[in-house]
């Protein structure tokens, strides 16, 4: 199963957030990040760098229109789950269990501002997903996602990079594979 974001209404000041999405979405894994209709290669630049270091693959797209890629995706056969804190609560409704037994790939729609009303329309989003029915952040709402997705299997992965993270309980060790 392939999971991409796609994030919504990103805008220059947002810089440092949307590099956070690139990061967490990587780290969590999902396999890109789709920046619709606006182009930002400080993230993208930010993203290489540590794909450089850190190894691994995560593709970066952007300034596609949102309407274009998400219509290609269900042409397709993906779905799209859009996180917004007005969705079906990701713990007391069953809305998990019905995205993962579609066994489809899956698109993810996260906003920086209000997104657009169509976003909550069936055309667009196939699920409307809560991480709590309260405010909080993109960057928490695509890592409890794809956590509760991935089932907590992804984060002894180790993609091969230039270096790599020996696990210390109280040292910072770091090595060079090359
Ligand atoms: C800063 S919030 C925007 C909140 C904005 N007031 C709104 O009406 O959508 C940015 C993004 O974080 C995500 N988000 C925030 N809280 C969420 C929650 N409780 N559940 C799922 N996603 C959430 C949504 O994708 C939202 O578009």
């Given at each position: 199963?392939?999971?991409?974001?796609?994030?919504w209404?990103?805008r220059h000041?947002?810089i440092?957030?949307?590099?956070h999405?690139?990061l967490t979405?990587r780290a969590?894994?999902?396999?890109?990040l789709?920046?619709?209709?606006?182009?930002?290669?400080?993230?993208?630049?930010?993203?290489k760098?540590?794909?450089?270091?850190?190894?691994?693959?995560?593709?970066?797209e952007?300034?596609v229109?949102?309407?274009?890629y998400?219509k290609?995706?269900?042409d397709?056969g993906?779905i799209?789950?859009?996180?917004?804190?007005?969705?079906?609560?990701?713990?007391?409704?069953?809305?998990?269990?019905r995205?993962?037994?579609?066994?489809?790939?899956?698109?993810v729609?996260?906003g920086?501002?209000?997104?657009?009303?169509?976003f909550y329309?069936s055309?667009?989003?196939?699920?409307?997903?809560?991480?709590?029915?309260q405010?909080?952040?993109?960057?928490?709402?695509?890592?409890v996602?794809?956590?509760?997705?991935?089932?907590?299997?992804?984060f002894s992965?180790?993609?091969?990079?230039?270096?790599?993270?020996?696990?210390?309980?109280?040292?910072?060790?770091?090595?060079s594979?090359?």
């Open positions: 199963m392939k999971v991409i974001i796609l994030r209404g990103h000041r947002d440092r957030v949307t590099s999405v690139a979405a969590f894994g999902a396999s890109g789709v920046i619709a209709d606006s182009e930002d290669k400080t993230v993208e630049r930010t993203i760098r540590v794909i450089d270091k850190w190894g691994g693959n995560f593709k970066i952007m300034g229109s949102w309407r274009n998400i290609s995706w269900k397709k993906g799209t789950v859009h996180l917004t804190m007005y969705g079906e609560n990701i713990k007391s409704s069953d809305v998990m269990q995205i993962k037994f579609s066994k489809k790939n899956i698109l729609l996260v920086s501002q209000k997104v657009p009303s169509e329309h055309d667009v989003s196939d699920f409307n997903v809560a991480i709590g029915n405010p909080h952040s993109e960057v928490a709402a695509i890592a996602f794809l956590d509760r997705l991935f089932e907590d299997d992804k992965d180790t993609p091969k990079g230039k270096f790599k993270i020996l696990p210390s309980d109280r040292k910072k060790i770091v090595i594979t090359e």
